[in-house]
Structures are given as C-alpha cells and as structure tokens.
C-alpha cells in the first residue's frame, strides 16, 4: 500500500503561480505513470498531466505551456508547477500512480489539495 500526499494548493489572483508537491510512502519509480488530476465543483474529474517512469511528460490542452509536470524519485515526490493560472484552474487538484501505462486507472490517489484562483 502507498500513501500519496499533496501539498501546496492555496489562494492565488489570475496569473498568478503555485507548485503542488506529492510526498510518496514508498518508491515511485516502480509505477508506470504518476498523474495530476482535478476537480471543480459540478464537474468530472479530469486527468491534468501525466510523467512517465522515464520522465515523458503529458497534459491536456487546457493548461499546456502553463503547467510543468516533474519528479525527483530519490525524493519520492512529484510536483505540478503552475503558472499563469486562471480561475477555470481552480479545482480540488489530486495526486495519483498507476501500475500500468496510460490509459489506465489509478491504483492510488492522495487526498487531494485545494487550489483557487481568485481576485
């Protein structure tokens, strides 16, 4: 069993920046793919950016150039860079690893940190 935990959500005005940490309990290179996913409220939630155990990165259309996906395994962690962000960024935004390659489902999910984008 891995415990994932995000960290870094907050308050932040249109354009504005936040990096979004994932702390693992265990090793992280043995998953396939580690993926950032979010949540607004009255909506699916949607899969952001995905980092390959090689370090082949992906992200949906809407935050492409604006969103950097990185991991640093002797650390366990993973982190979602995010700049230039806009209020429809706003969203419960979660941390989660796959077994196997995309498409897939996660076998793990943290428990989410909240991120607004506001004046």
């Known amino acids: 069993q891995v415990q994932l935990v995000e960290s870094g959500g907050g308050l932040v005005q249109p354009g504005g920046s936040l990096t979004l940490s994932c702390v693992a309990s265990g090793s992280i290179d043995s998953f396939d793919v580690m993926g950032w996913y979010r949540q607004a409220p009255g909506r699916e939630r949607e899969l952001v950016a995905t980092?390959?155990?090689?370090?082949?990165?992906s992200y949906v259309d809407s935050v492409k150039g604006r969103f950097t996906f990185s991991r640093d395994n002797a650390k366990k962690t993973v982190y979602l860079q995010m700049n230039n962000l806009k209020p429809e960024d706003t969203a419960v935004y979660y941390c989660?690893?796959?077994?196997?390659?995309?498409?897939?489902?996660?076998?793990?999910w943290g428990q989410g940190t909240q991120v607004t984008v506001s004046n």
């Open positions: 980092i390959s155990n090689a370090g082949s990165t």
């Open positions: 989660a690893a796959h077994w196997q390659r995309m498409p897939s489902d996660p076998d793990y």
